[in-house]
Nanobody, 124 residues
Framework: QVRLVESGGDLVQPGGSLRLSCTASEDTLNDYSIGWFRQAPGKEREAVSCLSRNDVTVMYKDSVKGRFSILRDGAKNTMYLQMNSLKPEDTAVYFC?????????????????WGQGTQVTVSS
């Protein structure tokens, strides 16, 4: 199994940028498809982005395309979500996740391993 810990959540102004990190331990993150998800108050958890373990397939929620990007650093065993042009609607707890088999899918339930979440607040 793999353990995931998110960091980097913060309060940011609309139009600003933020980079979230998710550090893996106990296993090699390169062996997993990975994803970022978020949950706003009163809302269901939704997928933001995912990346297959061979880095061939990448998917984004429509509302973040062109603003967010997902990547991994194998040497650091860490995945990132770079967020630019942030909007108040992006406010949520953000979670990283991983699955051992299969390509990335924008479906929270298929991911086996999850971080604890990090709060992102976009407000003036």
């Amino acid at each position: 199994q793999v353990r995931l810990v998110e960091s980097g959540g913060d309060l940011v102004q609309p139009g600003g940028s933020l980079r979230l990190s998710c550090t893996a331990s106990e296993d090699t993150l390169n062996d997993y498809s990975i994803g970022w998800f978020r949950q706003a108050p009163g809302k269901e958890r939704e997928a933001v982005s995912c990346l297959s373990r061979n880095d061939v397939t990448v998917m984004y929620k429509d509302s973040v395309k062109g603003r967010f990007s997902i990547l991994r650093d194998g040497a650091k065993n860490t995945m990132y979500l770079q967020m630019n042009s942030l909007k108040p609607e992006d406010t949520a707890v953000y979670f990283c996740a991983a699955r051992a088999y299969g390509l990335c899918e924008l479906i929270p339930k298929v991911y086996e391993y999850w971080g604890q979440g990090t709060q992102v607040t976009v407000s003036s």
